[in-house]
């Protein structure tokens, strides 16, 4: 597993994601892949369309 990055926020309901934005769950971290707006059952590792494991390269 990737090392989590210490500047990486932790994911939370009711927060605006960009594309790229980086955030930990769980701790694992995760790239958002779409903008949105966070609501609590869209979970990063759940949802793909929003989110994919990993750092962003």
Do not use: F
């Amino acid at each position: 597993m990737a090392e989590v990055a210490k500047s990486a926020p932790l994911w939370g309901v009711g927060r605006s994601y960009s594309k790229g934005d980086v955030v930990v769950y769980q701790g694992k971290q995760y790239v958002c892949v779409d903008a949105h707006r966070s609501v609590a059952h869209w979970i990063p590792g759940t949802v793909p369309t929003l989110w994919a494991e990993g750092a962003r390269q």
